[in-house]
């Protein structure tokens, strides 16, 4: 039973070994037997964790260091599917810059790998374990473009920052086990709730905690690699850090802060509720100045965030845990509803990519509907999702939060919903800026748009589910809830 709970890890790490030796037998430019190879790979693994998904029971594995429940699974189905469709939004474009090598495979296996092993995690060190190897994969893959001089600079931030946080983490991790004398979550949560430790040491720890998935999560005051890594790394490489790793992240909070410490909850929410307000303000107002569209996408990315954190803060109100289900699972949907329209909308700006241009600035859609108006049309449907505009999925996620935090009926939360609000309309104003720039400015260019008629189905599907997956969120809403639900009840 022990390694039967890892098979689908386990799976991912042959599959990584076996894509980077394959890869050297192959002479297609394209690499299309290593991607298919990945991509075969990697819907196995999606499948792995699909059929545990409706699961009773948890189950624990390698000494209770990794745990099987719903959560962890649902998660890592949804960063799979991720990293998929990133790989083929990625294809076209990193092969006509002739980036598209081995290595680049293997470094996205590697990083899904550690998502994965976050999501199960138990115990402090396979959290810190699975995030160095996801951590690590995706700093290499940030300077894939080694002879680019802005790539390599976002690459250093990255990293370097990314230590730092590791370190902050980490230090944190070190407090909590210096407190309860354990390294297993459950236990420090038994730990925790005698109320006979240190209450001093605990919060201190959980400070540094609370920075370390604060990084990883791109919260202000610790987003500033966000938009340096958005804006330097190539594109793909963009896609793949701001899609699965974000439900890593989610996950890791989980585990650590809700199944591990939430009977500290009432100072990490507090930290939660600040973090929240900075990235609401930060985000959208500092993306209203950018004229580069993965900056703006990533200041976007910075306030998206802040909704998340406001859903985390709502679980636990006057000392009882009756709304924790309805909280955490609002923050679940939203952050899988924005993973997916970040997916369009990142792999649209690929698309419009070719040799020699990059379709970075927001002046680059310009008279976007004049040339191709199915294109304008999706990618307006990723604007007014992000927006929070109705029908679109990213209306509903919000409702969710809102609903969360009013349901609480404490005045407090229901301030912060209304601060989520106006600023929601602040940063609607960005959004349809590039919707106005794709309908009524006049086009730069007028050489028809001819790419792969692959991605070009996949952006349509990914534009389909970003549509209709609004009206009928009840069903994901649902799925959601249940995850949590018995994640927390184990």
Not at 349 to 376: K, T, V
Request: glycine share 8%; charged share 10%; hydrophobic share 55%.
């Amino acid at each position: 039973m022990n390694w039967l709970v890892v098979y689908p890890e386990i799976w991912l790490l042959l599959l990584a070994c076996a894509v980077a030796l394959v890869d050297l037998f192959v002479t297609d430019p394209q690499r299309k037997p290593t991607f298919w190879l990945t991509q075969l790979g990697i819907g196995v693994f999606a499948v792995m964790h699909l059929q545990y998904v409706q699961d009773a029971q948890s189950l624990y594995g390698l000494g209770g260091m990794v745990v099987s429940d719903p959560m962890g699974h649902l998660l890592a189905f949804f960063a799979a599917i991720a990293t998929m469709v990133t790989l083929a939004y990625a294809q076209p474009t990193l092969g006509s810059r002739e980036m598209l090598k081995g290595e680049f495979f293997s470094l996205s296996l590697f990083s899904l790998l550690g998502v994965s092993v976050m999501t199960s995690a138990n115990h402090f060190l396979v959290v810190y374990l699975g995030l160095e190897l996801m951590s690590l994969s995706l700093y290499a893959l940030a300077a894939l473009r080694r002879d680019h001089a802005v790539s390599t600079e976002a690459a250093m931030k990255y990293f370097v920052l990314g230590a730092l946080a590791s370190g902050f983490l980490l230090y944190g991790l070190s407090m909590m086990y210096g407190a309860t004398g354990s390294l297993e979550i459950p236990t420090v949560f038994e730990k925790i709730a005698t109320g006979s430790i240190n209450k001093d040491v605990l919060v201190f720890g959980v400070v540094f905690v609370v920075a370390g998935l604060a990084f990883k999560l791109g919260a202000v005051p610790f987003h500033m690699w966000v938009p340096d890594v958005y804006q330097g790394a190539p594109t793909p490489v963009t896609l793949l850090i701001g899609a699965a790793p974000k439900l890593a992240a989610f996950a890791i909070t989980i585990r650590l802060l809700v199944e591990g410490m939430l009977g500290l909850a009432v100072d990490w929410q507090q930290m939660f509720m600040v973090l929240a307000v900075a990235s609401l303000v930060v985000g959208n107002v500092a993306a209203i100045a950018q004229s580069n569209l993965k900056r703006m996408l990533a200041y976007s990315t910075i306030s998206q965030m802040g909704f998340i954190l406001l859903g985390l803060s709502a679980g636990v109100v006057s000392g009882n845990t009756l709304s924790a289900g309805n909280a955490y699972s609002s923050s679940m949907f939203y952050i899988v509803s924005y993973v997916l329209t970040t997916l369009g909308s990142f792999g649209l700006i690929l698309y419009l990519s070719r040799s020699g241009f990059e379709a970075e600035e927001i002046s680059d859609l310009a008279g976007l509907n004049q040339r191709a108006p199915w294109l304008a049309g999706v990618m307006a449907v990723f604007m007014f999702s992000l927006a929070g505009i109705p029908p679109m999925v990213g209306f509903f996620a919000k409702l969710a939060v809102l609903q969360a935090l009013v349901s609480t009926a404490v005045p407090f939360y229901i301030v912060l919903a209304v601060v989520a609000v106006l600023m929601s309309l602040v940063g609607a104003y960005y959004y349809l800026r590039v919707v106005k720039v794709m309908y009524f400015d006049a086009p730069t260019g007028s050489e028809p748009l001819v790419r792969s008629a692959g991605v070009s189905a996949l952006l349509a599907v990914n534009g389909a589910a970003v549509l209709l997956l609004g009206p009928f969120s009840g069903g994901l809403l649902a799925v959601c809830r249940d995850a949590i639900v018995k994640a927390l009840a184990s």
